[in-house]
């Protein structure tokens, strides 16, 4: 099984700052890699899928890049409504796992 | 546009068999491409992917969890069911059933049904 290891924890920032996350695979993957957002009391949404192609309606602050065994997801200038827990998403032969999680909160 | 939700019991004895079920609404359950699955999120945050179905019937599960789970389709009501057996207090957790498309990423989520495992 690939396991997805996030970093860092936890990342304090202030609104208007920029925020990198960071996703890391056991193994290398494929392109097969998304990201979501999880607001407290929420179900997750997804924000990228397939590296670096934003879902419906999510804003272009948000972005995905990487390959390998390394990606990354930039959230640009952040909005009060940023502030939530981001897990990426891996899927292999089949079966889907996911990070722990990267909790953004207000610095 | 397609929404899901989650129903069933909150609360489940210890060895017995959690049962819910996830109603599809704004779309149909046999469109092509869309596969559909269960996630489940433990208190603390981890999120547990536990199997999909396709609305064929054909299903696949999370390796560590297939013994116990069956995950079934009646299209009929638009509807997908999750059984898991011989439940314990680490199955505790909030229950999501999900949209997968194109067996890539789950792109619609139900809002989430929490379970308890205790006597």
């Known amino acids: 099984e690939i396991v997805l290891t996030q970093s860092p924890a936890t990342l304090s920032l202030s609104p208007g700052e920029r925020a990198t996350l960071s996703c890391r695979a056991s193994?290398?993957?494929?392109?097969?890699l998304a990201w979501y957002q999880q607001r407290p009391g929420q179900a997750p949404r997804l924000l990228i899928y397939e590296v670096s192609n934003r879902a419906t309606g999510v804003p272009a602050r948000f972005s995905g890049s990487g390959s390998g065994t390394d990606f990354t997801l930039t959230i640009s200038s952040l909005e009060p409504e940023d502030f939530a827990v981001y897990y990426c998403?891996?899927?292999?032969?089949?079966?889907?796992?996911f990070g722990p999680g990267t909790k953004v909160d207000i610095k | 546009q397609v929404q899901m939700q989650e129903s069933g019991p909150g609360l489940v004895r210890p060895s017995q068999t959690l049962s819910l079920s996830c109603t599809v609404s704004?779309?149909?359950?046999?469109?092509?491409?869309?596969?559909w699955s269960w996630i489940r999120q433990y208190p603390g945050k981890g999120l547990e992917w536990i199997g999909y179905i396709y609305h064929n019937g054909g299903t696949y599960y999370n390796p560590s969890l297939k013994n116990r789970v069956t995950i079934s389709v009646d299209t009929s009501k638009n509807q997908f069911s999750l059984k898991l057996s011989s439940v314990t207090a680490a199955d505790t957790a909030v229950y999501y059933c999900a949209r997968c498309h194109e067996l890539l990423h789950f792109d619609i989520w139900g809002q989430g049904s929490l379970v308890t495992v205790s006597s």
């Open positions: 193994q290398r993957i494929s392109k097969y």
């Open positions: 704004g779309g149909s359950i046999t469109s092509t491409g869309h596969y």
């Open positions: 998403q891996q899927r292999t032969d089949w079966s889907f796992t």
